[in-house]
């Protein structure tokens, strides 16, 4: 059976992320920082739950610790957990970039030994077009008119942390993508998005890839972005 650990998948994509993946067999681990409600989501889907707050190096670590007690070894990592920061300031900057990158990179590390384990170790990043170049310069790309810098910057780093993940650990794939402009209470300010099925289905797709899978790529439904 497949092992998964999807972060932040109390809700929104991560949480049908996980529907879909149980549905195919997976054994999903759902990651959360309040524990109520992730216990809560793991019942009702049939998951398990660890408790989980990217932004917490000990929880982090407990987290993997706990996993790998009990099955030995992780094949699929999501990095889901994320926050959008309207505002502009210093603060605000350091939230986004704790959980939507640096988050990226504490999961990761505390995840390496136990993907390593794995016959077919693979790490999904939600990522956002809006951290990309060729997106938000592009008039006819929804991204060109969002005023969302500190995300877009964080959603930046962590496509390209996960560039350099995929070049030093050759064999784990790697990949982040643009999952869609998506209905969930992240964007419920902006009244925008399509229902969560539709994107989790991405997701889906990247974290079941096979050995000969692509890594190092940003993609969406349709297939690689530009950058």
Known sequence: MTVTLITG??????????????????????GARDV????????????????????????VSSA?????AAEGRLDVLVH??????????????????????????????????LLRKSSNPTVVTISSSAGSFWAVN????????LPLALYSASKSA??????????????IKFNALEPGTTATDMTAAFGIGRPVEESARVVVRLATLDPTGPTGTFQDEAGELPW
Not at 37 to 58: K, N, P
Not at 158 to 171: C, E
């Open 64 to 68: 993997l610790t706990a996993i790998g």
């Open 138 to 145: 592009n008039p006819e790309r929804p991204e060109f008119g």
């Open 9 to 30: 998948a109390n809700k929104g994509i991560g949480y049908e992320t996980a529907r879909q993946l149980l549905e195919l067999g997976h054994d999903v681990y759902i």
């Open 158 to 171: 962590a496509t390209m942390l996960t560039v350099h993940y995929a070049k030093s650990q050759p064999g």
């Open 80 to 113: 889901n957990a994320g926050v959008l920061e309207t505002g502009l300031d210093g603060p605000a900057a350091l939230r986004s970039f704790d959980t939507n990158a640096v988050g990226i990179v504490r999961v990761t590390e505390a995840a390496l030994p």
């Open 36 to 59: 109520a409600r992730g216990e809560a989501a793991a019942a009702a889907l049939g998951a398990r739950f660890v408790q989980l707050d990217v932004t917490d190096d000990a929880s």
